[in-house]
């Protein structure tokens, strides 16, 4: 029998018990693909993330991020947690405020802004353009009217996790929207690979957002990280914030639900050359070990 030391933190919020939780197991070294799979299914937790030696030797660890029912290829919140709990335990050199951490999608950049608590922030992977919908189809499959969504077409958009942007009229709309299974389904071609569905609404401080996932069995996500990068390019090239160097602003997400999570977003460059930052706090919760 062997104790696997880890940690639970809460994501993307500064209040125990809010935002995204997620568990972390700093030396999963002894730990095979299959364990890991296993634990992840037993905590059912959005994710769980296990640390591991790099292979890469630029990067500080190599993270493996598994939901109860596949691994994933890069997540924000497991990425800005795990980050936390590598610092928090003294993983990271002291005063070391940038490193970057081996995914599957690649080295992610993280960056460590000063301040109690720390904010944590990771540079958004690659993003990639895809389909467009037709607003009509997304409406009924989140059993809205047509009316309820704004202008903009509705796309799907990757930075790792492939996501649909709906835009929609005002916070009603969004808090109203609703994803079961079958209505996911609708939205896919022949063939395609399931995707995550991400609706929200311009407001003063950003957007005010939600994201649903039935098909990665995930009825609703609290605070999606990987999809915060996609949503500032989407929301940027349909001016519905600004595109200008340093621009900041906050995606309130999980409010719905009961786990009041505030992403936040720092764009670099312009659209000829565009960076997202996306960042939050992290808050600590449980430590604990699982014997096995």
């Known amino acids: 029998m062997t104790a696997f030391r880890y940690r639970v933190v809460d994501v993307f919020t500064q209040r125990a018990l809010e935002g995204n939780p997620l568990a972390v ?16 299914r037993e905590l059912n937790l959005s994710e769980s993330t296990f640390v591991l030696p790099p292979s890469n030797p630029d ?20 990425t800005i947690g795990t980050s936390y709990v590598l610092v928090d335990e003294g993983m990271i050199p002291k005063g070391c405020d ?16 000063a301040g109690a608590p720390p904010m944590i922030w990771l540079t958004t992977p690659p993003i990639h353009d895809g389909r467009i919908f037709a607003p009509a189809a997304c409406a009924e499959a989140l059993e809205l009217e047509p009316s309820d969504l704004l202008e903009p077409a509705p796309q799907l958009l990757s930075a790792g996790n492939p996501t649909l942007f709906v835009a929609l009229k005002d916070k009603a709309a969004v808090d109203q929207a609703n994803l079961e299974l079958a209505g996911a389904r609708s939205l896919k071609l022949p063939g395609e690979e399931p995707f995550c569905v991400f609706v929200f609404t311009p407001v003063e401080t950003g957007a005010y957002s939600r994201m649903f996932a039935p098909e990665f069995g995930m009825v609703e996500d609290p605070a999606t990280g990987s999809a915060t990068g996609p949503l500032a390019a989407y929301m940027i090239r349909n001016k519905l914030v600004s595109s200008a160097d340093g621009t900041r602003f906050v995606s309130e997400q999980g409010t719905r639900m009961g786990r009041r999570s505030f992403l936040h977003v720092h764009v670099r460059g312009d659209q000829g050359k565009l960076g997202i ?4 706090h992290v808050t600590p919760l449980v430590e604990a070990t699982m014997t096995l």
């Open 59 to 78: 990067c500080a660890a190599r993270v493996r991020i598994f939901t109860p029912s596949k691994e994933m290829l890069f997540a924000g919140h497991p």
């Open 98 to 113: 940038r490193f970057l951490l081996e995914e599957k999608v690649g080295a992610v950049p993280v960056r460590v802004e």
């Open 277 to 280: 930052d996306v960042g939050g």
């Open 25 to 40: 197991f700093p030396d999963a070294s002894a730990l095979d693909e299959l364990t890991m799979q296993k634990i992840a």
